[in-house]
């Protein structure tokens, strides 16, 4: 599996759009790109995935770039209960998961 | 089940026992996954079964760790002769796989496990 990389911690203002992004040069043609979400004390949550086009559901969309090296999970507006770790993966098979990005929302 | 299912929720436990953590996937689910997360840490990925095999055994952590999984549904992740450092939340996680690649589907985490050994 590819690693990806993000940044360790990020704040965004309540109702504004929350950009995170995601590193992951060393993907291959197969994988795909998921983003998790664990808030406090509960198991990790899915939020979306994709391989090479933009996705989006009611959650949040997923911009991939051409290369397919980056990718930005974005939450459109962002509420106090959006705080929590999101974690970016690529997988083909199996699965690991960094350290992913704290976001905090500030009212 | 609707849910992947996970038990107990808590275990407290002394230094030098054996426990067992149990994950009951989702119906259908013939991927499972076990893994560990230490208080303020990442995920990290402890062993994959695809159907009752484990094609990747890489992340246990030492040999007093070990999982099974029968009739591709339950499966019992074991501890033995517990540490300090096993305390930690264990989460199992389930998803579709088909023969066909890429893998597309994404995965459905249960609430974990807390270990606390004392």
């Known amino acids: 599996d590819a690693k990806t990389t993000q940044p360790t911690s990020m704040d965004c203002a309540e109702g504004r759009a929350a950009n995170l992004p995601c590193n992951h040069s060393t993907i291959s043609g197969n994988e795909y790109v998921y983003w998790y979400r664990q808030i406090h004390s509960q198991g990790p949550q899915y939020i979306i995935h994709g391989l090479k086009n933009n996705e989006t559901n009611e959650m949040a969309s997923l911009i991939i770039t051409e290369d397919r090296k980056s990718s930005t999970l974005i939450l459109p507006h962002a509420t106090l209960r959006d705080t929590a770790v999101y974690y970016c993966i690529v997988r083909s098979d199996g699965l690991t998961f960094g350290k992913g990005t704290h976001l905090i929302i500030q009212p | 089940g609707a849910g992947v299912s996970q038990s107990p929720s808590n275990k407290v436990t002394e230094k030098g026992k054996d426990v067992e953590l149990r994950c009951d996937p989702i119906s259908g689910h013939t991927a499972l996954y076990w893994y560990r997360q230490r208080l303020g840490q990442g995920l990290e990925f402890l062993i994959y079964f695809q159907g009752n095999s484990a094609p990747d055994k890489s992340g246990l952590p030492s040999d007093r760790f070990s999982a099974e999984r029968t009739g591709e549904s339950v499966s019992t992740l074991t501890i033995q002769r517990t540490q300090q450092e096993d305390s930690a939340v264990y989460l199992c996680?389930?998803?579709?796989?088909?023969?066909?690649?890429?893998?597309?589907?994404?995965?459905?985490f249960g609430s974990g496990t807390r270990l606390t050994v004392v």
């Open positions: 996680a389930s998803s579709r796989k088909t023969a066909v690649t890429p893998v597309a589907y994404g995965y459905t």
